[in-house]
């Protein structure tokens, strides 16, 4: 399995939701990444899992929550989003080395309203 | 800090080639290449390591100059899959994990 899944694929939330973006990868890699993508710009990174550990926190705002339960998932709470928010949210995998490509997940297109 | 590509869009016909340049301002220890096409998730294509060692993809080649700061990604006799959009990636360091891509080229492919 060479893949990293992300649900759901689209996400509609007001203001005062409280909502989960899931990923999973069996790839047997030990760092996981959530990276925020709006249109036409390149990923930016959110937070880094290394070993089930937080790692690296690029200062998000507290309204996302990541969370590792596992060697294998990665989820990321979301509760009082803001409409500059929108965009797409993308889980990446790697081996905990600088000598290894990521894999990201397709991602998940969300939208506050 | 993130790192700088030109150009920012390159338009070709199948069969023609294209380079895409990546700097940095700061000490480059390797340089990521990925390609993302439109509503679909980035795809790791090379990894460049001091040295000269390269990882990835055997259709595509790249150069890393260490001393410039630079990475060069080579695309030869074009395809239509090959559209879409080139970010190359730094990490912070020697450590793993916060990887900066550039803004990204737009490679577009025509018959």
């Known amino acids: 399995d060479t893949e990293v899944t992300q649900t759901p694929k689209h996400l509609v939330m007001g203001m005062t939701n409280k909502k989960s973006l899931k990923c999973e990868q069996h790839m047997g890699h030990r760092a996981m990444y959530w990276y925020k993508q709006k249109a036409k710009k390149p990923p930016e990174l959110m937070f880094v899992?290394?070993?089930?550990?937080?790692?690296i926190n690029e200062s998000v705002p507290s309204r996302f929550s990541p969370e590792c339960p596992n060697s294998s998932l990665l989820n990321l709470h979301l509760h009082a989003l803001q409409p500059e928010d929108s965009a797409l949210y993308l889980c990446a995998s790697s081996r905990p080395d600088t000598h290894y490509g990521y894999t990201f997940g397709s991602g998940t297109r969300l939208t506050v309203v | 800090q993130q790192p700088v590509q030109s150009p920012q869009a390159v338009i070709l016909r199948e069969g023609e080639d294209a380079v895409i340049n990546c700097s940095s301002s700061k000490a480059l220890y390797s340089v990521h290449w990925y390609r993302q096409k439109h509503g679909e998730a980035p795809v790791f294509l090379m990894i460049?390591?001091?040295?000269?060692e390269q990882k990835g993809h055997e259709k595509i080649s790249a150069s890393f100059n260490e001393k410039k700061q630079q990475s060069s990604l080579y695309l030869t006799a074009s395809q239509l899959s090959y559209s879409g959009t080139y970010f190359c990636?730094?990490?912070?360091?020697?450590?793993?994990?916060?990887?900066?891509f550039g803004q990204g080229t737009i490679l577009t492919v025509h018959p």
């Open positions: 990636g730094t990490p912070g360091g020697t450590s793993y994990g916060k990887l900066t």
């Open positions: 460049l390591l001091k040295g000269g």
């Open positions: 899992y290394s070993y089930e550990k937080l790692s």
